[in-house]
């Protein structure tokens, strides 16, 4: 079966210090992608980061970093030097091909001050 | 540029009533979806077009529900009757598929929060 799976229910990180999400994935297939999605308490769901499976590096996008080892089939989640604003719940999702894109059940990230 | 729009943010009816969610995908994206998220299921995928046409609904719960894209920038989901337990948010999505290496994005929607009593 292809899943993904988020143990962490929840995490607290105090501000300005980074945090990392976990996050692995079951698949058979060797083309897939995964990203990473945010949902504040407002409700919408803001894309990320992208990690394509033939990617040689590690994804970044300012803050963000995917950390993914492939041969464990994971992919964590890194935010550097977080902020109030990051408080949200945090989605990790594969995409097989065909518009089948398959979502963890999420870490509900909490930034103390 | 104009996100996904989805409307309406809020919809409360009661139960038996019909309820009709609508959605506007980004402009050129050629696939859409609809989501709901619940607390127990998180979030599943009910159904999806690609170029206007339902690829896969095998996600819809059953017969009350049901989807139409009848062009590219309009898309509805409907539940007919509603029941309490459809209680949720349903969000849509769009994406610009067939790009190489499977970076199919998906863009969200705000999402409809539909309470039905």
């Known amino acids: 079966a292809q899943k993904i799976t988020q143990t962490q229910p929840g995490m607290f990180v105090q501000e300005k210090e980074a945090v990392t999400l976990d996050c692995t994935y079951d698949?058979?297939?060797?083309?897939?992608?995964l990203f990473w999605y945010k949902q504040p308490s407002s409700g919408e769901m803001i894309f990320l980061i992208y990690?394509?499976?033939?990617?040689?590096q590690n994804a970044t996008e300012g803050r963000y970093s995917l950390n993914f080892q492939k041969a464990r089939k994971s992919a964590n989640l890194v935010i550097s030097a977080s902020q109030l604003g990051d408080s949200a719940m945090y989605f990790c999702?594969?995409?097989?091909?065909?518009?089948?894109?398959?979502f963890g059940a999420g870490t509900r990230l909490t930034v103390k001050p | 540029d104009a996100g996904v729009i989805q409307s309406p943010r809020h919809e409360v009816t009661e139960m038996g009533q019909e309820v009709t969610l609508r959605c506007k995908p980004i402009s050129g994206h050629n696939s859409l979806f609809w989501y709901r998220q619940t607390m127990m299921r998180g979030l599943e995928l009910l159904i999806y077009f690609n170029n206007n046409v339902p690829i896969d609904d095998s996600g819809m719960p059953e017969d009350r529900f049901s989807a139409k894209m009848p062009n590219a920038s309009f898309s509805t989901l409907k539940i007919q009757p509603s029941e309490p337990r459809d209680s949720a948010v349903y969000f849509c999505?769009?994406?610009?598929?067939?790009?190489?290496?499977?970076?199919?994005?998906?863009?969200f929607g705000a999402g409809t929060r539909l309470s039905v009593l």
């Open positions: 999702a594969m995409y097989r091909g065909n518009n089948d894109m398959r």
């Open positions: 999505a769009s994406s610009l598929a067939g790009l190489a290496g499977g970076k199919n994005i998906q863009y």
């Open positions: 990690q394509g499976s033939y990617d040689q």
């Open positions: 698949t058979s297939d060797p083309s897939y992608g």
